[in-house]
């Protein structure tokens, strides 16, 4: 999804009000079944309502900022804006995907799906004391459609218009009624100040503070470093269920590095006070002081139940050199994942074998039952493979020896027409020759590609890595300007219209879309048509697991790896509830120990 204060999709179905598809007015929507929350619930079950308010949080991040419009693709907006801004409303953490009203107090779903409509809560404000009004919503889609990131005109493709059909009432009309993901979609559509942004063009970058409506505003800016946010006093929305126990710190600091073992040091140093680490190394390696003896440092790793999607190096397959996937699959055996795992992370991952890993969505074994039948109406379209053989990426003994998967690499490579001449791997065809650099922009990577693109250069590739600054890596991804890079595509319980900002032939064209592979498969692109439209939780489950199957044997990417937790060291200065959400760290329920 591509704007949620969480960033995260969700899982569980309860036991309370009605359907989706019921014309009536509900607090609250969910995708498929019904609602854990009722009417008159008073606050999530996984915060504390009691929770004080007070303190100061400094956090971190890598790279640099320069925008703080984080609606359009240019520039790069710093960590933190989401809290500036309301949605109309807002997600829960322990269900798969359901909606509760934020400024809008009631949402209606027409009884065909063709339409939602929402009513304003009369005392949403704006900071500066405007009311939020059905003006400001109709003029935030328009705008976002028009002249925000290409995202939102992919996103929001089968909405029609909104209109204003009451006082405090917007209906947002639909292209058509079977994408039922569509209301939930517009829910999470930020509103926006039509009165502050009337006089200026919106598709430039700023460095001004944006007016929002959320729990925080922006207090301070330090260009490219630093970025404060302070709690907003007499925030509209303070009271109501959804925000009860949440936001409770008075200021929240990010501060910028330049890369990782930076931020570990500065941490370390007490420079900041809590750090997820996504570095196995580091986890392993870096804590052993001691104000982690102590106690003064907590190491804690919180399990959770987020699907954890695909991490992977992908493949730009608008070059030439990757048009073939025999070729894509041949320079997958040069990644040595278990060597990896054992010498760089201490056998702290799972591999992963799916765009779904860590859910009931991942495709496993060979296809059967209702995904079976959704794969046969394309069959004459499809690699046999698909329907005989139980995608794995190549796998290796762990030691270092690679010569059994390069030679597998150099047979599938001499099929495709690659040949090991004077100059390396040529093209015996065209004459190209294989050159490959795979682009990062996190120095903490080096250490995983440098291993793999010296097993590329056994079979002839001549490969290099190049780590540029974060501004660079953005602008570069938004124009699709590279060969290889790292990437992840986090996923939810219950995918929808994202998948074609990651997948789809549109996205292939668009500038700042996911679909950083460049797929472009008529096939692919009818079986997210299926994910979207699916009318229930089973066909949803099928499809989405034969999209899966179908991008694996593509073999778009190289697969990396996956962990069910979050790692986390932080001082010690916070408490939180004793309840996790099952689909979210949940930061924003913490509150600082007295």
Known sequence: MPWTRECYCLLLAGVFCLPLTLSAAQHGISLHGDLKYAEDFTHFDYVNPDAPKGGSVRLSALGTFDNLNPFILRGTSPAGMSDVFDSLTVQSADEPFSEYGLIAETITVADDASWVRFDLRPEARFHDGEPITVEDVIWTFDTLKSDGHPQFRIYYSEVERAEKVGERAVKFHFAGTE??????????????????????????????????????????????????????????????????????????????????????????AGEYDLRQENIARNWATQYDIAAVRDGRIIMEEIDHEIPTGMQAFFFNTRKSKFADPRVRKALGYAFDFEWTNRTLFNESYARTSSYFSNSELAAEGLPEGRELEILED????????????????????????????????????????????????????????????????????????????????????????????????????????????????GQSMSPGNEQRNYWSCAAAETSGSRNYAGICDDTVDSLIDRVVYAPDRDELVAATRALDRVLLHGHYVIPHWYLRSFRLVYWDKFERPEISPDFSLGFDTWWKKD
């Open 378 to 489: 394309y069959r004459d379209q499809l690699d046999e493979a698909i329907f005989t053989t139980v995608f794995q990426p190549p796998t290796t003994e762990g030691r270092g020896g690679m010569r059994t998967n390069l030679r597998r690499a150099l047979e599938l490579l001499r099929e495709a027409g690659w040949e090991i001449g004077d100059n390396g791997l040529t093209h015996t065809e065209s004459g190209e020759v294989m050159e490959i650099t795979v682009l990062l922009d996190n120095p903490s990577f080096e250490r995983v590609t440098l291993p793999f693109t010296n097993n590329l250069e056994r079979l002839g590739v001549q490969a290099r890595v190049r780590t540029v600054d974060s501004s660079q890596y953005q602008n570069r991804m938004d124009e699709f300007d590279f060969d290889m890079t790292v990437q992840q595509i």
């Open 179 to 268: 994408n039922m993901e569509l209301p939930l979609i517009i829910g999470q559509m930020p509103v926006l100040p039509k009165h502050d942004w009337e006089e200026r063009d919106f598709s430039r970058t700023t460095t001004e503070p944006p007016l929002g409506s959320g729990p925080y505003r922006v207090s301070r800016v330090d260009s490219g470093r630093a970025i404060v946010y302070e709690r907003v006093d007499d925030y509209w929305g303070r009271d109501l269920p959804v925000n009860r126990g949440r936001f409770n710190f008075d200021q929240l600091r990010f501060d910028y590095y330049r890369d990782a073992t930076v931020a570990v040091e500065a941490f370390k």
